[in-house]
């Protein structure tokens, strides 16, 4: 989703789960240079939306603790 302020534009994180997701990434001229941004940044686009790097290692994090219950 991408945010508008002040005739600026930022990408949002799509699931805001990690404590320490910035919610928002940088804002830039464009939708585009924001697009741009994050990707740079290794930002997940998972079809819908931009997922940040903390919210990607939360969500492993959280894989990982289930698959033994898979496993089981």
Known sequence: ????????????????????C??????????EEAKEWVEEEGWIFSGEGYICLKCNEQ????????KPLINS
């Not at 910035?22 to 939708?31: F, V």
């Not at 969500?59 to 289930?66: A, D, H, M, V």
């Open 22 to 31: 910035p919610q928002i990434g940088k804002y830039c001229d464009t939708e």
């Open 1 to 20: 989703m991408i945010v508008e302020k002040n005739h600026l534009f930022a990408v949002e994180c799509q699931v805001k789960m990690s404590a320490e």
């Open 59 to 66: 969500i492993l994090r959280n894989i990982s603790k289930i």
